[in-house]
C-alpha cells in the first residue's frame, strides 16, 4: 500500500474513511474524554475512544456524547483478552509488601476488565466508524459482523508479521506502533513484548511493503515534520495521543501534563510496573520501585489500583500513571484541533 504520493496516499485515506486530514486519535483507555475525540474529528480527523475499562452501558454513553459534540469520524478501541494468568502467591506477597512500603494496600486481585464479548456487542451497538483492536485480532465471527454492519477494522500491530496476520484476517487498515509510542505495547504476544525491536521510522516502510491495506503510524508524531515523514515512508495516516495530551478538551491532571512538557526521551521508560503489560510511562519513582517484578496482566492492573487513585488524587506524581511516548516535549498546551490541523498544514508544506 506504499504505492503512489506521499500526499496522495494520504488524500485517498481521508477519502475512504470521511476525513479531511490523516490524524487519527489515539484511542487512549483512561485518557480518551468524548470532549478531546469530538475536537479531533471535528477539526477533520477521526477520534478515538479507549474502551478497555469501559463496560456496554459506558461504551454507549461515551458514544452519545461524542455525538452530541460531534458527526464526525471515530473509533473504539478494546484489547483482545488474554487467557488468565497463572497465580504465584510468593510473587503476589512481594508486591504486597512493596505496595505497603510505598503507603498503599494492595488491591483486589480478583479483579478483571469489563466483559469481552459484552464490549464486542456494545461496540457494534454504537455503530463508529472504526472498530480498532490491540493485543491481538478480533474473532472472525465479529470480523464477518463488522463487515455486514460497514464498520471498519483497524488492527494494531507491532511487526510485519502482525501486520500479515491482521491483512490475512481481514483487517482494513494496520496501525503500525513503533518502540517510541506511549501508553501499552501492542503485541499479540504478551512474554515477546520486551523482545520486540522497531522504531516507527523502521517498522512502517517493512509494513507498507508487506501488505496491502493502509499504515496508520503510531510513535513519536507529535508534529508536521514526523507527520511528512511517515507519510514519506509509506504510511497513509498518522495516530496520535501523547501529542493530544496537553490539550484542554484532554483534561489531563496537572502533574501529569507538567511531567509531559518537561520529559526528554530518555525520562520515560517502557515499564510492567502499573498494569503487568509492557508500556511506556514517564519514569519515576514507582516505575524504578518495581522493575522487573510486577504481576502479570490483568493482576498488576488490580495490584496497583489503590497506588494509582491515591495518586493521582494526591498529584503524586512519583506514584502516579502516566503514560507518554518519546516525543513528549513536543505537545503543546493549545486546543486539539489547533494541534491536529496544524500538523496536516506543516506536512503538506514539507511535502509539496
Request: aromatic letters at 4%; charged letters at 20%; proline letters at 7%.
Amino acid at each position: 500500500m506504499g504505492a503512489g504520493t506521499p500526499l496522495a496516499r494520504a488524500r485517498d485515506f481521508c477519502a475512504r474513511f470521511g476525513l479531511r486530514l490523516p490524524v487519527v486519535m489515539g484511542p487512549m483507555a483512561s485518557v480518551s474524554p468524548p470532549t478531546l475525540a469530538a475536537a479531533v474529528a471535528n477539526a477533520g480527523g477521526m477520534g478515538g475512544c479507549g474502551a478497555l475499562m469501559l463496560d456496554a452501558r459506558a461504551i454507549a454513553a461515551w458514544m452519545a456524547a461524542f455525538r452530541a459534540a460531534s458527526n464526525g469520524a471515530v473509533q473504539i478501541n478494546t484489547w483482545i483478552p488474554d487467557p488468565d494468568p497463572p497465580r504465584d502467591a510468593a510473587a503476589e506477597a512481594r508486591m504486597a509488601a512493596l505496595l505497603a512500603a510505598h503507603g498503599a494496600a494492595m488491591g483486589d486481585l480478583d479483579a478483571r476488565p469489563p466483559d469481552f464479548a459484552a464490549q464486542c456487542d456494545a461496540i457494534l451497538a454504537a455503530a463508529p466508524q472504526v472498530a480498532s483492536s490491540i493485543m491481538g485480532l478480533w474473532p472472525a465471527p465479529f470480523v464477518a459482523e463488522l463487515k455486514r454492519r460497514g464498520i471498519a477494522w483497524f488492527a494494531n500491530v507491532t511487526s510485519v508479521e502482525e501486520a500479515r496476520a491482521a491483512e490475512d484476517a481481514g483487517a482494513d487498515a494496520v496501525v503500525v506502533s513503533g518502540l517510541e509510542a506511549g501508553g501499552h505495547r501492542g503485541a499479540f504476544d504478551a512474554a515477546a513484548a520486551g523482545r520486540q525491536a522497531g522504531t516507527t521510522l523502521v517498522l512502517v516502510p517493512l509494513v507498507a511493503d508487506a501488505v496491502r491495506i493502509p499504515v496508520i503510524a503510531a510513535g513519536g508524531i507529535a508534529d508536521g515534520r514526523a507527520l511528512a515523514a511517515v507519510l514519506a515512508l509509506g504510511a497513509s495516516a498518522a495516530q496520535v495521543g501523547t501529542a493530544l495530551l496537553r490539550t484542554p478538551e484532554a483534561s489531563l491532571h496537572p502533574a501529569w501534563a507538567d511531567a509531559i512538557a518537561r520529559s526528554a526521551p530518555e525520562d520515560t521508560v517502557q515499564t510492567r510496573a502499573f498494569s503487568g503489560r509492557l508500556a511506556r510511562a514517564i519514569r519515576s519513582r514507582w516505575t524504578e520501585a518495581v522493575g522487573e517484578d510486577a504481576l502479570p496482566y490483568p493482576l498488576q492492573r488490580a495490584a496497583t489500583a489503590p497506588l494509582r487513585d491515591a495518586a493521582m488524587r494526591a498529584g503524586d506524581a512519583g506514584h502516579m500513571q502516566m503514560w507518554a511516548g518519546q516525543a513528549a516535549r513536543l505537545a503543546r498546551a493549545e486546543p486539539a484541533g489547533d494541534v491536529v490541523a496544524r500538523m496536516w498544514r506543516d506536512a503538506q508544506s514539507l511535502l509539496a
